[in-house]
């Protein structure tokens, strides 16, 4: 995992290690400001955005690289 | 005899740290789903583990998803020898460790001479330490591994792991240390102490048993020992012991901000009222290289094991050699590596404090012990 600044690679990390390392970053984050998350195809798709709704994080958008991972943007929901 | 216990064998184990403790007894209460769950409270049970993660890897300033949590440092230093020498045996079969290892390390090289390596045993000086000179001299082009621990559980000297790191580093060698005793005690960085496999244990910092970590280098790849579930990005499965581990990731932060200088008076004012008070006594070890928290000295003439006995009589706890060969007949191999013969290691002591030990304690342990000494040494004229 590369943590800068609001930016979080979870590229390679498997379910759930990765949902919860994007919630511990979360939890360091001020109320509304953004975090990117790139994240892998497949699985961690379905459950990192779902884990991170249900501990009351906003989704704001999720893009499909040319490589084939997700760059996801998350507001915190403090 | 006084009721209040002292426990100076915290090279044993430590204290579980109340805080520690109590976290613990919050983890089972809220983090009991399996880790590897997807759903809620699995994923509670998750935060507890990255948490502990984040907590060590921040203290050894190394890439958190480099950091896979073990039993122990056993298996710590089990899978980083024994996975790293089969993973890469085609790169060679030549292994280089010092003579003064815990037997979780020399066991697995042993393992490995008997299923086709080669290993050379660096031996210490008086002191205990191992000279990178000699690492120097013993490396060969086949050479696939290097392994120092970073201090002795014996007597407490400390190698020096950065420029023995550099040294496997310049020469394209993997280089692993075991840090089961320093984590915690003295500062470390993975990259400025030029550290491929870092082995770490809880117990010895007032955490839990049953929890420990090894620090592989990105660039690493390793057989794993155990095979299952695929936890640990596959490098180690099994289910997590996840509030062995939440409290392990305590210990390790608050062991990082504990200072040390108070343990290092402790040790000083042990070494000197002991060496005031009791004659024909010598240090095993480093006056200036050793951990701040150990002391290990010879006592001529007493037997060792009947001082513990008698100390614990009286409340006292300290070891008689380490804790893991005080059931053992055999004599420390590692006072014998340092050129010491089988009496000296059977009238030998060590001590080990914490940061939660107290300079009473430390003047009650010196009285009791010079008036243990005194008798012994009285009976044993008595009886010639």
């Given at each position: 995992m590369q943590a800068h600044e609001n930016n979080l690679d979870l590229r390679g990390i498997p379910c759930p290690q990765n949902a919860a390392q994007a919630i511990l970053h979360l939890s360091t984050m001020l109320f509304e400001d953004e975090l990117v998350v790139l994240l892998d195809d497949g699985e961690p798709m379905i459950n990192v955005p779902e884990s991170l709704t249900l501990e009351g994080?906003?989704?704001?958008s999720q893009e499909k690289s040319q490589d084939g991972s997700w760059l996801l943007r998350v507001q915190c929901g403090g | 005899m006084n009721s209040s216990k002292i426990y100076f064998d915290n090279a044993a184990t430590t204290h579980v740290h109340p805080q520690v403790r109590a976290l613990m007894m919050d983890v089972l209460s809220?983090?009991?789903?399996?880790?590897?769950?997807?759903h809620s409270a699995g994923m509670r049970a998750r935060l507890y583990v990255e948490k502990a993660r984040q907590q060590i890897a921040k203290s050894l300033n190394a890439?958190?998803?480099?950091l896979f949590f073990t039993s122990g440092g056993t298996e710590s230093n089990n899978l980083a020898i024994i996975g790293y020498c089969l993973h890469n045996r085609a790169r060679g079969t030549h292994l280089i460790t010092s003579q003064i290892e815990h037997p979780s390390v020399l066991e697995p090289f042993r393992w490995l001479e008997r299923n086709g390596f080669s290993v050379t045993y660096l031996a210490p000086n008086k002191e205990g330490v191992i000279a990178p000179a000699d690492l120097q001299h013993a490396?060969?082009?086949?050479?696939?591994l290097v392994s120092i621990m970073h201090?002795?559980?014996?007597?407490?000297s400390l190698q020096d792991i950065r420029a023995l790191g550099k040294i496997c580093r310049d020469h394209h060698v993997v280089f692993h240390s075991d840090a089961t005793q320093t984590f915690g005690k003295v500062p470390m960085s993975v990259i400025d102490d030029n550290v491929d496999l870092l082995t770490l244990s809880s117990?010895?910092?007032?955490g839990p048993k049953g929890a420990g970590a090894l620090y592989i280098k990105d660039s690493l790849s390793l057989q794993p020992v155990l095979f299952g579930g695929g936890q640990e990005n596959g490098q180690r499965s099994g289910t997590h012991n996840v509030e062995a581990i939440a409290g392990f990731g305590l210990a390790a932060e608050m062991a990082h901000t504990t200072p040390r200088e108070s343990i290092r008076n402790l040790r000083q004012r042990l070494r000197n009222a002991l060496f005031d008070r009791i004659q024909s006594i010598a240090l095993n070890g480093s006056e200036t290289e050793c951990l701040d928290n150990i002391l290990n000295v010879f006592i001529d003439g007493v037997e060792a094991i009947k001082v513990l006995h008698a100390l614990d009589k009286k409340g006292i706890q300290i070891s008689a050699g380490s804790a893991c060969s005080a059931?053992?007949?055999?004599?420390?191999h590692v006072l014998k590596a340092m050129g010491f013969d089988d009496k000296r290691a059977s009238e030998t002591l060590r001590f080990s404090l914490s940061a939660y030990n107290t300079a009473d304690e430390v003047d009650r342990v010196a009285n009791e012990l010079s008036l243990i000494v005194d008798q012994l040494r009285g009976l044993q004229h008595a009886s010639t």
């Open positions: 994080h906003k989704i704001l | 809220d983090g009991s789903a399996n880790p590897s769950s997807t890439q958190t998803s480099r490396l060969q082009k086949d050479t696939l201090a002795n559980n014996e007597v407490g117990h010895k910092v007032h059931g053992k007949k055999t004599a420390s």
